[in-house]
């Protein structure tokens, strides 16, 4: 009842103050704050590796999928890491913006409803170690995890699991030193009740950090993990 009045209070909101386009300024659609010129002409990751969301020219696995199987069973990826999604994400990074980590996550939700990706029982967010959430005072891949769930009626788990090690991203870094660096930084402190999980993250560079929080998963009793990135960079130097 409390939610049904929520969101009929949220959509006079919208009705009276539509929001403004986070990229261009033009009136939002649907609410959001993205116009849908801007919406239209997103990079969409098309043509992806299915085991690492690596792009590819046509559906498949990549050259190291084939070699060796990465922790998680599947990986979707909505968009390339590439303009403007990049400015989005600099923005949910160094914004502090809740806004736009709503707005990611509804992206997140279309391109999982639009390209059917198979529903999880449960969302988890690749968790921020404590310092850095201090620092920047919001975890934005729970946010997106957040309202991805809502629009999609699949829980989130942001407590079963937490980051031990401050690993900073460091571009720079070979896969195989990237991969030295996360080992054992994500603990299962509350095993999910769940046989089939995704794994949500905001970018997905190599792969290694989801990677990383997927094994984890498993070794604590996680049957099925998959991936799901607001976008991917690549393809893997
Ligand atoms: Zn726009
Ligand atoms: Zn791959």
Redesign the pocket.
């Known amino acids: 009842m409390h939610s049904q009045v929520n969101k009929t209070a949220e959509r006079i909101l919208d009705w009276l103050l539509p929001p403004s386009c986070t990229l261009c300024g033009s009136r939002g659609e649907f609410g959001l704050p993205l116009c849908a010129g801007c919406w239209q002409d997103l990079p969409r990751l098309k043509h992806?590796?299915?085991?690492?969301?690596?792009p590819?020219p046509q559906d498949g696995?990549?050259?190291?999928?084939?070699r060796r199987a990465?922790p998680q069973d599947l990986?979707h990826g909505a968009f390339l890491y590439a303009d403007p999604v990049d400015r989005l994400v600099q923005r949910l990074k160094f914004g502090g913006r809740l806004g736009t980590a709503r707005l990611a996550g509804a992206l997140l939700a279309a391109a999982a409803r639009s390209a059917q990706w198979e529903r999880p029982q449960l969302l988890i967010p690749v968790p921020l170690h404590r310092a850095r959430l201090r620092q920047r005072g919001y975890d934005q891949a729970q946010a997106i995890a957040a309202e991805c769930g809502r629009r999609l009626g699949i829980p989130m788990d942001s407590r079963a699991c937490q980051r031990k090690s401050a690993t900073a991203p460091q571009p720079g870094l070979s896969r195989a030193e990237r991969r030295r660096n996360l080992r054992g930084a994500f603990v299962v402190v509350t095993p999910p009740q769940a046989r089939h999980v995704a794994v949500i993250d905001d970018v997905m560079t190599t792969?290694a950090t989801a990677g990383e929080l997927a094994a984890a998963l498993k070794r604590g009793g996680v049957e099925r993990v998959d991936v799901w990135a607001l976008c991917r960079a690549g393809p893997d130097r």
């Open positions: 992806a590796c299915r085991r690492c969301a690596e590819l696995l990549c050259g190291r999928c084939l990465p990986a792969g």
